[in-house]
């Protein structure tokens, strides 16, 4: 059964940082990209960051040169690294694979907030 479990969410002053982790399990995680999205109420999940097979990246604008997404193919884990928090970057976040194949997690959540 392929699980997607977020954590690492928090309450954070803006301009701190936090660094997320999406542990997966039930699929064959290093043949996957992996993203991260993100969602406030009563808005769709955003696209964040996306990490390819090959290593390449891409950001959304809103999040370019702060966040950091990476992963640990050998703990089944991506990661997302956030820096410089803004209170607009407040969501719930969400991991899943770049083509969000499986079935969502419950997120974590963000707040940014002083």
């Known amino acids: 059964q392929v699980q997607l479990v977020e954590s690492g969410g928090d309450l954070v002053q803006p301009g701190g940082s936090l660094r997320l982790s999406c542990a997966a399990s039930g699929f064959a995680f290093s043949n996957y990209g992996m993203t991260w999205y993100r969602q406030t109420p009563g808005k769709g999940r955003d696209w964040v960051a996306s990490l390819f097979i090959g290593g390449n990246t891409n950001y959304a604008a809103s999040v370019k040169g702060r966040f950091t997404i990476s992963r640990d193919n050998a703990g089944n884990t991506v990661y997302l690294q956030m820096n410089s928090l803004k209170p607009e970057d407040t969501a719930v976040y969400y991991c899943?694979?770049?083509?969000?194949?499986?079935?969502w997690g419950r997120g974590t959540q963000v707040t940014v907030s002083s």
């Open positions: 899943n694979t770049v083509d969000h194949r499986f079935s």
